[in-house]
């Protein structure tokens, strides 16, 4: 058929103006995407010629299998994007091209209702991917032929203020979209340049995108290269075109998910878990999660960018969309697909609305659940995630106050249950197992877990048979400031405050500690005159049996693990200082109650002091004088 060319300049919109100016100098920071953006317009024209040809099957009939095809020429610095898609009318081409949020699916959507709309499976909400091809172009072509109709347009462009249109002969329906590229963005017309950016952003779209076949050189016997044939080249899909996380669970195999867990996490090993559910209602949704085997060498940078990779309706949005879980979720991989998001200009940013909100929630005790299941039924793969991830795990309490207790079920401590330094008891382990008569939890801090399992502040409760949590990591003590009880039983730290313990005593018994306590109070007013800059006070205690001394600090102070830390890190804190507990019955206590030389009587209280500073993992301020007063001590022994 032959068309009369009757060209016609028209200007963009106003709004369009601009628009491109964003484009091409700011909008994205990234200029590969423009391909995501057109493959992502391509497979809406397509998705739309599904739905048109569900009323009208001829619309299919002269060419029924949908496609994308990109093809380039590096002489001449173009690439191609062609589609057989629904097509547009030159008033169409003028309405979509030349103004904003027409980029064919914005009127669509709204000319649709009830359950077309939610069957139409369109994305309606970026009006402005097509834009993206003057960031690498300086000059864009679109050929275009609506299904159903003869007639055919050229529209073309310099990314100005105007465009042109024109009438042209077009076999097929469908538009192809030429891009003359930019000097900066000729290194994009190469076969597998375009083959990975296919693969990076348009794997998992629904319909194939198809390249050229590359044609592998043939050797003759002699080792040349023989002639290439002139057989008509033939085109095969460079992506999967199949969105896995779409298909329904029984028709997913283990090695599937297994499989598409390496693409999507570049992880090597198989995950320990995952789940895949579709959500239906108010919002929308698909996701697909994976618990990995192995932490990554940078879990603990927390400014790093960690998330689940987003798709609207199969297209690829974006990697490391962390507003969907919480920061200590880091760990899971995995995909979310949805048409419910409000997304700003560049797809780059998702805003904070109701729907992201509500969909955080449902993923993160979506994540909470399998976890559960997995301690519960399967308690060796459990205790194999807790060994990698229970240090990011921890953050959860303080992080996330509604799931508290959730998280606090699948916490996992050293005790002195068994004195072991893994961490493989639970709280509901720890509750079962508490002695008669005990109503708390009790835990202690150090640096390292042989100073935590061998600490004087311990002595009491083992005698008592009384389990102890053996918290020794950094995080430990910061997660404790947020769990205030546990199936009914408050924590306590045995570091801190009075120790309520119940000691059943005789009236005698009684008596007679009450006679010792008022006997060494002469003694407890002299360590506390020579250690005053150190200590607080100092107190005589029931909670030692085998140790003199020890410092506790107040019940509401800060921990003095904690202190440390927060002073390494140079932060300033108001000055504070512990009590320090002695035991009366041991024998260097009583011995220094006899003892009449005051130089010698303080030696021996700031020796007590150091022990018990070093007992808890502490460090000295004068490790030389403290070695001094050993020494002197060990001479005076020897004679």
């Known amino acids: 058929m032959t068309t009369e060319t009757q060209k016609e300049t028209l200007g963009f919109q106003t709004e369009v103006k601009q628009l491109l100016h964003l484009m091409i100098h700011s909008l994205y920071s990234n200029k590969e995407i423009f391909l995501r953006e057109l493959i992502s317009n391509a497979s809406d024209a397509v998705d739309k010629l599904r739905f048109e040809a569900v009323s009208n099957a001829d619309l299919l009939s002269d060419d029924p299998n949908l496609r994308v095809r990109i093809g380039f020429d ?24 030349g103004t904003i949020a027409k980029s064919g ?10 359950d077309q709309k939610k069957d139409s499976q369109l994305i309606g909400q970026f009006g402005v991917g097509f834009y993206s091809a003057f960031i690498v172009a300086d000059k864009v072509t679109v050929e275009t032929r609506r299904a159903g109709s003869d007639e055919a347009v050229r529209w073309e462009s310099e990314g100005t203020g105007e465009f042109t249109i024109e009438a042209i002969d077009k076999t097929s329906r469908g538009t192809s979209i030429t891009l003359h590229l930019k000097e900066d963005g000729k290194e994009f017309a190469d076969n597998w340049r375009l083959r990975s950016l296919v693969s990076k952003y348009s794997d998992h779209i629904s319909i194939p995108v198809e390249m050229l076949k590359v044609p592998m050189p043939e050797y003759d016997e002699e080792g040349n290269v023989k002639e290439v044939s002139d057989a008509e080249p033939t085109w095969e899909a460079v992506n999967s075109a199949k969105a896995l996380w779409t298909r329904p669970r029984n028709e997913v195999s283990d090695e599937e998910y297994k499989e598409f867990y390496k693409h999507v996490s570049h992880d090597y090993q198989e995950p320990l878990k995952w789940s895949h559910n579709k959500v239906e209602g108010k919002l929308e949704y698909t996701s697909l999660l994976y618990i990995p085997a192995k932490a990554p060498q940078d879990l603990w940078n927390r400014d790093m960018l960690r998330g689940l990779k ?74 194999k995630f807790w060994d990698e991830f229970g240090n990011v795990l921890k953050e959860g309490p303080a992080d996330d106050f509604g799931n508290k207790d959730k998280i606090a079920e699948l916490l996992r401590f050293s005790t002195t249950h068994t004195d072991n330094a893994a961490q493989t008891e639970s709280l509901k382990d720890y509750v079962e197992r508490m002695a008669e008569g005990q109503d708390k939890i009790y835990y202690i801090y150090a640096e390292n877990h042989n100073t935590a399992k061998n600490s004087p502040h311990l002595e009491v409760l083992r005698k008592k048979g009384y389990e102890v949590l053996l918290l020794s990591d950094r995080i430990d003590e910061w997660m404790m400031s947020s769990l205030r009880e546990f199936d009914g039983k408050s924590f306590q ?9 119940e000691v059943e005593e005789s009236e005698e018994q009684k008596k007679e500690k009450e006679q010792k306590a008022e006997q060494i109070k002469p003694l407890l007013d002299r360590m506390k005159s020579v250690l005053e800059e150190k200590v607080t006070s100092v107190n005589s205690t029931d909670r030692l049996t085998n140790s003199p001394a020890c410092l506790v600090v107040g019940e509401f102070d800060m921990g003095l693990q904690m202190r440390r830390l927060l002073e390494q890190a140079g932060q300033q804190l108001p000055e504070s200082k512990p009590s320090l507990e002695v035991n009366p019955d041991h024998p260097i206590v009583q011995k220094m109650d006899a003892e009449s030389d005051e130089d010698r009587f303080a030696d021996m209280a700031w020796l007590l002091y150091e022990q018990a500073t070093l007992a808890e993992g502490g460090q000295l301020d004068d490790p030389a004088t403290f070695v001094s007063r050993m020494n002197k001590l060990i001479v005076q022994m020897s004679n």
């Not at 699916?105 to 009830?114: H, M, N």
């Not at 730290?493 to 313990?501: E, S």
Request: hydrophobic share 40%; glycine share 6%.
């Open 310 to 383: 987003l798709y609207v309706q199969r297209v690829f949005i974006m990697d490391d969309a962390e507003a969907f879980l919480p920061p200590y979720m880091r760990f899971v991989k995995g995909v979310i697909d949805s048409n419910d998001l409000s997304l700003n200009v560049s797809r780059e940013i998702l805003q904070n609305d109701n729907a992201v909100d509500s969909m955080r929630s449902a993923l993160t005790k979506r994540v909470l659940d399998m976890l559960s299941k997995m301690a519960k039924n399967d308690a060796e793969t459990y205790q």
């Open 74 to 97: 590096a002489d001449a610095g173009t690439i191609t994007i062609d589609d057989n898609g629904i097509g547009m009318s030159r008033d169409e081409a003028i309405s979509n091209l």
């Open 493 to 501: 730290d045995v570091t801190k405050g009075k120790l309520d313990i």
């Open 105 to 114: 699916t914005a009127q669509f959507l709204e000319q649709l209702s009830g």
